[in-house]
């Protein structure tokens, strides 16, 4: 048996190395609220750049004797994926459906950064296009 948690919101985006949000009208770009998912586009247009997504989470309770799981899909881009400041995984751009098993590194509070690096041009449109997921299933 399994149960997920759809992690909508709130999450916080900011640009990096001058990258510019589509309506930023102050000159360094500030950590912005949003929920997911987000498309590149909507945020930054058709700029080339990267961007921190970040989500905390509190470790669901009663879960012993399972495995927890974070899940990306539609997930257009490339980067890295991080959980309380260890890098989990490496994704490229034909990585649209990852699987993460984060058991051994959940704490009761957690911090999810996702660091996406778009290429517009590129054949997909970038971002993260389904809600992450936190899957809880029997080990």
Known sequence: MSHS???IGPWFVQPQDGLQFIDQREEIAAVRR???PASWENLFGNAKG???????FNSPTG???QTLKIMLEE??????VSLNGEQLIEFGNDDNH????ITSQL????????ELICD?????????????ILMIEEA
């Open 63 to 65: 879960i012993d004797q």
């Open 75 to 80: 997930l257009n881009g490339s980067g890295t």
């Open 5 to 7: 948690i759809r992690l």
């Open 107 to 114: 704490k009761l509070n957690n911090q999810l950064v996702i």
């Open 34 to 36: 949003i929920k997911m």
């Open 120 to 132: 517009p041009s590129g054949k997909s449109i970038c971002g993260l296009h389904r809600p992450v």
């Open 50 to 56: 990267k961007a921190t997504f970040m989500r905390t």
């Open 98 to 101: 990852i699987q993460i098993n």
